[in-house]
């Protein structure tokens, strides 16, 4: 009976995580990249790139419904390390019940001055973004990478997902290098990950 309970207790979380997210997508289209959540696997690969060993912080840019958020979190990261920036007043305010102890702003990562005021001066080890790039124009991506690559040590990396073939920052725009992450194929749609970084001094 026990066990019963717990699956449909899970079936039922992830359909209203599900239902949650689709009315985010259909109230703001542009804002939300996909009509479903990121998977735990593609979660679980952004998350790989930081480093919970080192007590820093860490940028989350797009939480959504927290399914990136709680992969970073299982990595090790202490919750009052993490700041994520979310456009969704809703997404928000369920994420800061899901999440407690997690710095969750309601921001715009465009107007990063403005959402991270409260650490300004602050350096992140590493950036997960699961902001959908592509509905914005080139040069604002572009310009939105080297403003994130400014508050990180050189070598440390961003880490976009997209459902394009190519990288959403095009390489030789900045002063960024690209470099392609993975593809994962458990996840709808199928996802690519990139990697953006400068380089570390020597």
Not at 141 to 160: A, C, N, W
Request: some cysteine; overall charge positive; hydrophobic content about 45%.
């Amino acid at each position: 009976m026990g066990r019963a309970f717990d699956v449909r207790k899970a079936i039922v979380s992830r359909f209203d995580e599900e239902l949650r997210f689709f009315r985010g997508w259909i109230d703001k289209p542009k804002a939300v990249g996909s009509i479903v959540p990121t998977s735990s696997v593609t979660a679980r690969r952004m998350a790989s790139i930081v480093r919970p060993e080192l007590d820093d912080l860490v940028l989350e840019l797009g939480p959504g419904t927290g399914v990136i958020t709680r992969a970073i979190l299982d990595r090790g990261i202490k919750p009052e390390n993490l700041i994520s920036i979310e456009y969704s007043q809703d997404f928000v305010e369920k994420l800061r019940e899901d999440f407690p102890g997690v710095n969750f702003v309601h921001g715009d990562a465009f107007d990063l001055d403005k959402a991270l005021a409260p650490w300004k001066g602050r350096v992140f080890d590493s950036i997960v973004c699961a902001i959908p790039l592509l509905n914005f124009p080139v040069p604002k991506r572009v310009e939105l990478i080297e403003r994130l690559l400014d508050l990180m040590p050189p070598g440390r990396p961003i880490i976009q997902i997209t459902y394009g073939a190519m990288s959403p920052v095009p390489p030789g725009r900045g002063t960024y290098a690209v470099e392609r992450f993975d593809f994962v194929v458990r996840n709808i749609p199928p996802a690519h990950l990139w990697i953006y970084r400068r380089a570390a001094r020597s």
